[in-house]
């Protein structure tokens, strides 16, 4: 019979990584404490209008905000796939509620917010608690991890504390640290540069010409907000060979959206000069480059380091070796079903502390990381890009580890149809959909009928 071990535990971040790997801790025994720094649980979710204030000499500065969340946000994925295992994401009725199945941002804060209370986690959670420093206790003893704390309650001084726990889980999330290209002539150019980490609304940008930098996700969706408000929109991509055949309808469509190569060096006098010889003269810059992890608080000295967005190195993304089980990661992979992932996590980190899961060896960590990394360069994936899972089979045998149960096919489906019709339809996809036989299945199946009762329609 396995002797379980009862760990005192720090959770740092209370978004949707941080509070169902507390939850899973508890679950098993372990004393934790959430550190958010916020005034309430949501993470990214939390959204945050304020993103500026004026200095003294009346200029406009951006504030140090975590939510990268704009106003107009809606899911990507469908609600039927976003909730944890055991927890739905309903319907729900009620004025503010957003009964969408792709529904906006604050309905996914409030699905958190009801996590939260229905399994007694704010109880757990120490709010307006900004984490300064983690690092080993003692240098002779990894299985402690030094915590310094800046608290404080609304109105009142900060209080600095420093606690010693058994382990830290870091769960700060991966969407606040802006991405920059480097660009000839960006420490000059005079006029508006902005990250779409601070866009919120496009008022800002009425009438003006805008560049927008990047095609992802959050490039493709700020374009077409832009082209209803912006006197030009021009969008330069890396490679037009990336364009979706949706993204590229809605380019055709829109007379004021046009699409751009590369920036070749922004001008003194306004100009953007694009690599193909063309230029425009620009208001704004707007810059849908992605974010970089960081954790600016972390002191493993030089054991886990973040190189050219590679965190590292991680046994499967969770733990690095030499100071395992002491300190882990919740939330670093992306491009996955992230709510059941996240849930996997929790419980196999918290398994392997209560001595219910077993880790290999420091050494054989290493050795796998090392293969992993071989075969993410054998199939052309950039470091960058280590941390992208895409596939489903790596989900299911990650949640082999902890006896957590498989992605269930429906929502694979649902998910694989979803990206299918943003690709075919980038508009409208939220609002028509052709998944009616996937979605019968869904709400049959044990996770929404058995849980927490009917979902209302």
């Given at each position: 019979m396995v002797s379980k071990k009862k760990w005192s535990v720090c959770v740092i971040g209370a978004g949707p990584s941080g509070l169902v790997a507390a939850r899973e801790l508890r679950k098993e025994g372990h004393r934790?404490?959430?550190?958010?720094?916020?005034?309430?649980?949501?993470?990214?979710?939390?959204?945050?209008?304020?993103i500026e204030k004026e200095d003294p000499l009346g200029q406009t500065k951006f504030l140090d905000v975590h939510s990268s969340i704009y106003t107009s946000l809606?899911?990507?994925?469908?609600?039927?796939?976003?909730?944890?295992?055991?927890?739905?994401?309903f319907v729900k009725e009620g004025p503010g509620r957003d009964p969408r199945r792709?529904?906006?941002?604050?309905?996914?804060?409030?699905?958190?917010?009801?996590?939260?209370?229905?399994?007694?986690?704010?109880?757990?959670?120490?709010?307006?608690?900004?984490?300064?420093?983690?690092?080993?206790?003692?240098?002779?003893?990894?299985?402690?991890?030094?915590?310094?704390?800046?608290?404080?309650?609304?109105?009142?001084?900060?209080?600095?504390?420093?606690?010693?726990?058994?382990?830290?889980?870091?769960?700060?999330?991966?969407?606040s640290h802006p991405r920059l290209p480097s660009i000839k002539g960006m420490d000059t150019w005079k006029r508006k540069q902005m990250h779409s980490h601070v866009y919120r609304v496009p008022k800002a940008f009425q009438n003006?010409?805008?560049?927008?930098?990047?095609?992802?996700?959050?490039?493709?969706?700020?374009?077409?907000?832009?082209?209803?408000?912006?006197?030009?929109?021009?969008?330069s991509a890396r490679s037009q060979n990336t364009l979706t055949e949706g993204f590229s309808t809605v380019i055709s469509k829109y007379e004021n959206l046009h699409l751009r190569p590369q920036i070749k060096s922004l001008e003194e006098d306004g100009r953007i000069l694009?690599?193909?010889?063309?230029?425009?003269?620009?208001?704004?810059?707007?810059?849908?480059?992605?974010?970089?992890?960081?954790?600016?608080?972390?002191?493993?000295?030089?054991?886990?380091?973040?190189?050219?967005?590679?965190?590292?190195?991680?046994?499967?993304?969770?733990?690095?070796?030499?100071l395992a089980p002491s300190l882990s990661f919740v939330?670093?992979?992306?491009?996955?079903?992230?709510?059941?992932?996240?849930?996997?996590?929790?419980?196999w980190i918290a398994q392997v502390l209560s001595g219910k899961r077993k880790l290999p060896s420091p050494d054989d960590m290493m050795h796998h990381i090392h293969q992993f990394y071989r075969q993410r360069e054998a199939d052309g994936i950039p470091k960058r890009d280590t941390h992208?899972?895409?596939?489903?089979?790596?989900?299911d045998m990650y949640a082999d580890q902890a006896d957590f149960p498989h992605l269930e096919e429906w929502r694979k489906k649902m998910c694989l149809v979803a990206l299918d019709n943003s690709y075919a339809n980038l508009e409208t996809y939220r609002d028509s959909w052709d998944d009616d036989e996937l979605l019968q299945e869904a709400l049959q199946s044990p996770h929404f009928t058995q849980q927490l009762g009917p979902i209302i329609t």
């Open positions: 934790v404490v959430v550190l958010e720094q916020k005034h309430d649980v949501g993470g990214q979710w939390l959204y945050d209008p304020n809606r899911l990507l994925s469908p609600r039927e796939i976003m909730g944890y295992t055991d927890f739905p994401f792709f529904p906006g941002h604050k309905e996914l804060w409030l699905y958190l917010k009801e996590f939260s209370v229905h399994f007694g986690l704010r109880e757990l959670i120490r709010f307006n608690t900004r984490v300064e420093y983690v690092g080993i206790a003692n240098y002779y003893d990894n299985n402690k991890q030094k915590v310094d704390e800046i608290g404080s309650d609304v109105g009142s001084e900060e209080v600095v504390v420093e606690e010693v726990f058994d382990a830290v889980v870091v769960a700060n999330g991966h969407y003006q010409v805008v560049v927008v930098v990047g095609n992802s996700l959050s490039g493709q969706d700020l374009s077409m907000e832009l082209a209803g408000v912006a006197k030009e929109v021009h969008i694009f690599v193909d010889g063309s230029f425009v003269v620009a208001d704004a810059i707007l810059y849908c480059t992605g974010y970089t992890y960081s954790f600016p608080f972390l002191d493993t000295k030089g054991t886990v380091a973040v190189e050219d967005n590679r965190v590292g190195p991680l046994y499967h993304h969770t733990f690095p070796p030499s939330g670093i992979p992306r491009k996955i079903i992230a709510f059941p992932f996240f849930e996997s996590q929790g419980k992208d899972i895409i596939h489903f089979e790596y989900c």
